[in-house]
């Protein structure tokens, strides 16, 4: 019974979440931070670069380019250093390796595990490489660490959801609906509390980014089609039209000036705008399209997860198929708009420096 409440959950909120669990703790993000240490060569630090990365994957955690907060980093001590009296000279160098993974914004380690490692070579850069081809990524002491790890980060977004949420609300109160996508995106599916708190903040400034943008859109098709009422406004104002959302609240505005615009456009000049109106409404085809490949993508992650639990389901199915013909609608469609928003999220990560998150 305890798990139909959780899928019943999920229809609600994400399909993905259904305990809190290990498995859960592996979805949380870790990024890499690539070591910088101007005395090791380039192609060392590439191959330990790489290493840190199979570390993330093979432990079961993203690395995404949207949560930057959390991140996998070292450093590199030599402990011993011996070039022998062989022929050719070998260099030999015992090298401890520190992992960390800390809080870049906050500056607050969440674990640490040194690793000792040893690398022969012709030259020091072939001894590196042999000391961090030598590391394990599937260590257990390293994998201990990033387990302890995933539960002080977890514990950090169960203590901190409300403040996270508070600043999300005041960066859209600010016009920053962007940026307050990105702090909601970086919250992890680590408990159906959390997750719940997120999606619903993410909605709710999802429809305000796009409602704000809707406006400040038609005030600028209104004002292009007032002072220019001929071909040139209309196309200049069909160009911000277009841009609106097709679930912004203002879209009954935006239909009443498409057909002032077409009421008042004279015939020499009607093909012109009828042109412009069909590449509108060629754009809004495709915003729909889009969006409904979102809620497939969703319906059909559902229906994966409904068949791991198959057995529970045949149980309860009476009770199952009434909750999710219940919810079902809405969830889909509040899924989609999650999936947008993390697109937002991306395009605003992109653009800003790993350390620099708080400006």
């Not at 969703?298 to 229906?303: D, L, Q, T």
Request: glycine letters at 2%; hydrophobic letters at 35%; charged letters at 25%.
């Amino acid at each position: 019974m305890k798990k139909i409440l959780f899928i019943i959950s999920a229809l609600i909120f994400s399909a993905n979440i259904y305990a809190q669990s290990l498995d859960d703790m592996g979805r949380l993000a870790i990024h890499v931070q690539r070591p910088h240490n101007n005395t090791i060569p380039q192609e060392a630090i590439n191959l330990l670069e790489e290493k840190m990365h199979q570390i993330i994957t093979i432990n079961g955690i993203s690395d995404n380019s949207i949560n930057r907060r959390f991140a996998l980093t070292s450093s590199i001590n030599i402990i011993k250093k011996n070039i022998t009296n062989t022929s050719p000279a070998r260099v030999v160098q015992t090298l401890e390796i520190t992992f960390y993974v800390q809080d870049i914004i906050d500056k607050k380690n969440f674990g640490n595990i040194s690793i000792s490692t040893t690398g022969i070579g012709q030259n020091v850069n072939k001894s590196f490489i042999m000391a961090f081809s030598n590391l394990k990524p599937n260590n257990p002491q390293i994998k201990e660490m990033l387990n302890n790890s995933k539960e002080l980060i977890i514990s950090y977004y169960r203590t901190n959801i409300d403040r996270i949420l508070s600043e999300a609300d005041l960066l859209a109160q600010q016009g920053k609906y962007n940026k307050a996508l990105f702090i909601l995106a970086q919250i992890p599916d680590v408990c159906t509390d959390c997750t719940e708190k997120s999606y619903k903040k993410t909605i709710e400034i999802y429809y305000k980014k796009i409602d704000s943008e809707g406006a400040n859109l038609l005030q600028l098709a209104q004002m292009a089609w007032s002072s220019s009422p001929n071909k040139s406004g209309a196309s200049t104002a069909m160009q911000y039209l277009s841009n609106i959302h097709s679930m912004a609240y203002c879209q009954t505005e935006v239909e009443k000036l498409i057909q002032e615009i077409k009421a008042k456009i004279k015939e020499d000049e009607r093909k012109a705008w009828e042109f412009e109106l069909q590449k509108y409404n060629d754009a809004k085809l495709r915003e729909q399209r889009d969006f409904e490949f979102r809620v497939r993508q969703y319906e059909e992650r559902e229906a994966k997860e409904q068949s791991r639990y198959e057995d529970e389901l045949a149980r309860e199915q009476r009770n199952f198929e009434f909750e999710k013909h219940r919810f079902n609608q809405e969830h889909e469609k509040n899924m989609a708009i999650i999936s947008a928003s993390r697109e937002v999220a991306l395009e605003f990560a992109k653009n800003i420096p790993n350390t620099n998150l708080k400006e």
